[in-house]
């Protein structure tokens, strides 16, 4: 009886839960997305073939058990949905809000490829963590006994929380050292509200924090604590810091006021939120109320911009990218949604030069599409006496991020670094060249998705453990 409620794909249409109308939405903050009735969420599960080789599976950097978990909410059986969900993910109703699902397993689902539409995978996950921090099935973090070796962890982002969250159920004692004022890093205060409403970052928090994570907020490894004190204090030392330093554009005028990057401006938006008293926003400066804002970028970030930019109460926001729009590497829907609360793109299209001591507009150099590069992708080529003047009060530049200098930083010369900057380590293990040090995340595989870097904190925690069982063994012979 069971099975029937499965491969519902023939009769019953993908839908996606009820998202809140452009012109509601527009004006706040708040998630766009409403949650599923338990009905709902039943039936889309049901949709899903049960295929016998699960690409959407496979395509999860986390591998998380999706057919599984999805014939369970089907069934009604959300709290083993929910344990099977949380087995591989250790923030399944975070990636459930933010994931690219239309890139990774949605975009691989077998009935989507016959032209059934989607599983709403990303939804159901959302649903189900949801329903279990309501009913009481995410339980405390509490081990089974307590050991004596120490891991810190530098960064409090998604890699770092991770990490810890795998050493704690093992009883490791945790101290994470984060220079910011709040635990989360990009979680906290580089992805917006209407995508991941901050209570359900600090619920993770704090439930890390009531397991015995000693967090060390305000604290910058390298000035308030060395690098090196940290690897005498602790068995281990797992650098999770992410990759915080923007790209920068060399143009004529970049350095005309009401030029911002990217982090600055959403780190602001976000403070905000929180009730900060934030003295770059109240003046205008990293404000975009009542400006002409234009956007430079086509990632996930400049789509976190635009949107903020419309809630802000900008007068108009445009969004220029060097490609188009197929070729754009931001989910495609969040550009839908984009578009849908009036931001304009502008494609093939960059950035030659800046007009006005303030800022008053963005030179543009109109592209096409050359022959495709080493990766494949096809190369933009600037079409020449084609440029324009894009009025502007505001500009975001959101071109990428890369890691900051770490090794100088840290006075850590030992601390190797690739050709990109970020830390040399081993995929599998995170194991760097220096002894006792890993790294996860972000600063080992570069700016990439929150995905990923809990998959690196999950491995690197598992490798530490094994490297401290290992010492404690031959400790005991």
Same mark, same amino acid.
């Given at each position: 009886?069971?099975?029937?409620?499965?491969?519902?794909?023939?009769?019953?249409?993908?839908?996606?839960?009820?998202?809140?109308?452009?012109?509601?939405?527009?004006?706040?903050? =708040?998630?766009?997305?409403?949650?599923?009735?338990?009905?709902?969420?039943?039936?889309?599960?049901?949709?899903?073939?049960?295929?016998?080789?699960?690409?959407?599976?496979?395509? /999860?950097?986390?591998?998380?058990?999706?057919?599984?978990?999805?014939?369970?909410?089907?069934?009604?059986?959300?709290?083993?949905?929910?344990?099977?969900? =949380?087995?591989?993910?250790?923030?399944?109703?975070?990636?459930?809000?933010?994931?690219?699902?239309?890139?990774? /397993?949605?975009?691989?689902?077998?009935?989507?490829?016959?032209?059934?539409?989607?599983?709403?995978?990303?939804?159901?996950?959302?649903?189900?963590?949801?329903?279990?921090?309501?009913?009481?099935?995410?339980?405390?973090?509490?081990?089974?006994?307590?050991?004596?070796?120490?891991?810190?962890?530098?960064?409090?982002?998604?890699?770092?929380?991770?990490?810890?969250?795998?050493?704690?159920?093992?009883?490791?004692q945790v101290t994470i050292y984060e220079r910011n004022d709040r635990a989360g890093g990009l979680l906290t205060y580089g992805i917006p509200g209407f995508k991941l409403e901050k209570d359900v970052v600090m619920k993770r928090v704090s439930q890390l924090e009531e397991g015995g994570v000693e967090f060390r907020l305000n604290c910058d490894v390298g000035n308030d604590i060395s690098f090196a004190e940290l690897q005498q204090k602790h068995q281990a030392v797992l650098v999770a810091t992410g990759v915080y330093k923007s790209r920068e554009l060399a143009a004529?005028?970049?350095?005309?006021?009401?030029?911002?990057?990217?982090?600055?401006?959403?780190?602001?938006?976000?403070?905000?939120?929180?009730?900060?008293?934030?003295?770059?926003?109240?003046?205008? =400066?990293?404000?975009?109320?009542?400006?002409?804002?234009?956007?430079?970028?086509?990632?996930?970030?400049?789509?976190? /911009?635009?949107?903020?930019?419309?809630?802000?109460?900008?007068?108009?926001?445009? /969004?220029?990218?060097?490609?188009?729009?197929?070729?754009?590497?931001?989910?495609?829907? *969040?550009?839908?949604?984009? *578009?849908?609360?009036?931001?304009?793109?502008?494609?093939?299209?960059?950035?030659?030069?800046?007009?006005?001591?303030?800022?008053?507009?963005?030179?543009?150099?109109?592209?096409?599409?050359?022959?495709?590069?080493?990766?494949?992708?096809?190369?933009? *080529?600037?079409?020449?006496?084609?440029?324009?003047?894009?009025?502007?009060?505001?500009?975001?530049?959101?071109?990428?991020?890369?890691?900051?200098?770490?090794?100088?930083?840290?006075?850590?010369?030992?601390?190797?670094?690739?050709?990109?900057?970020?830390?040399?380590?081993?995929?599998?293990?995170?194991?760097?060249?220096?002894?006792?040090?890993?790294?996860?995340?972000?600063?080992?595989?570069?700016?990439?998705?929150?995905?990923?870097?809990?998959?690196?904190?999950?491995?690197?925690? *598992?490798?530490?453990?094994?490297?401290?069982?290992?010492?404690?063994?031959?400790?005991?012979?």
């Amino acid at each position: 009886m069971a099975n029937q409620r499965m491969l519902q794909f023939v009769s019953v249409d993908r839908d996606m839960p009820e998202k809140r109308p452009p012109n509601l939405r527009s004006n706040d903050f =708040q998630e766009i997305y409403a949650e599923y009735a338990l009905e709902k969420a039943e039936e889309q599960s049901g949709r899903c073939s049960q295929c016998g080789v699960p690409y959407c599976q496979s395509h /999860c950097p986390l591998h998380n058990n999706i057919p599984d978990w999805l014939r369970l909410t089907a069934e009604g059986r959300l709290q083993e949905a929910y344990e099977i969900s =949380q087995a591989t993910n250790t923030f399944p109703e975070i990636c459930g809000r933010i994931c690219p699902q239309d890139r990774l /397993c949605e975009g691989n689902c077998v009935i989507e490829q016959s032209g059934h539409g989607t599983v709403t995978i990303g939804s159901v996950e959302k649903f189900i963590t949801d329903t279990a921090w309501e009913k009481g099935w995410v339980k405390p973090i509490a081990p089974s006994s307590e050991r004596d070796e120490s891991v810190g962890i530098v960064g409090a982002g998604p890699g770092g929380l991770a990490a810890a969250d795998v050493l704690r159920r093992q009883g490791v004692q945790v101290t994470i050292y984060e220079r910011n004022d709040r635990a989360g890093g990009l979680l906290t205060y580089g992805i917006p509200g209407f995508k991941l409403e901050k209570d359900v970052v600090m619920k993770r928090v704090s439930q890390l924090e009531e397991g015995g994570v000693e967090f060390r907020l305000n604290c910058d490894v390298g000035n308030d604590i060395s690098f090196a004190e940290l690897q005498q204090k602790h068995q281990a030392v797992l650098v999770a810091t992410g990759v915080y330093k923007s790209r920068e554009l060399a143009a004529p005028g970049i350095s005309a006021a009401g030029i911002v990057r990217a982090l600055d401006y959403l780190t602001a938006s976000n403070r905000k939120s929180f009730g900060d008293d934030v003295p770059e926003f109240d003046p205008g =400066q990293l404000n975009a109320e009542g400006k002409k804002v234009v956007v430079i970028g086509g990632g996930d970030t400049a789509m976190d /911009c635009v949107r903020t930019a419309v809630r802000q109460g900008a007068t108009s926001v445009k /969004c220029l990218y060097r490609r188009d729009r197929a070729n754009m590497p931001g989910s495609q829907r *969040e550009v839908a949604n984009a *578009e849908e609360e009036g931001v304009e793109f502008v494609w093939l299209t960059a950035p030659k030069g800046f007009s006005g001591d303030d800022v008053a507009g963005v030179i543009v150099q109109k592209m096409r599409l050359g022959a495709p590069d080493a990766t494949g992708r096809q190369t933009p *080529e600037i079409i020449k006496d084609e440029d324009y003047v894009e009025d502007a009060d505001l500009v975001i530049m959101a071109l990428g991020f890369e890691p900051e200098d770490l090794p100088t930083l840290w006075n850590a010369p030992d601390l190797k670094v690739t050709r990109w900057g970020t830390v040399k380590a081993d995929f599998l293990t995170h194991e760097t060249e220096m002894p006792g040090v890993y790294a996860c995340g972000d600063i080992q595989r570069g700016a990439s998705l929150v995905v990923w870097a809990i998959r690196d904190g999950r491995e690197a925690a *598992e490798a530490i453990l094994n490297q401290l069982d290992s010492a404690a063994q031959i400790a005991a012979e």
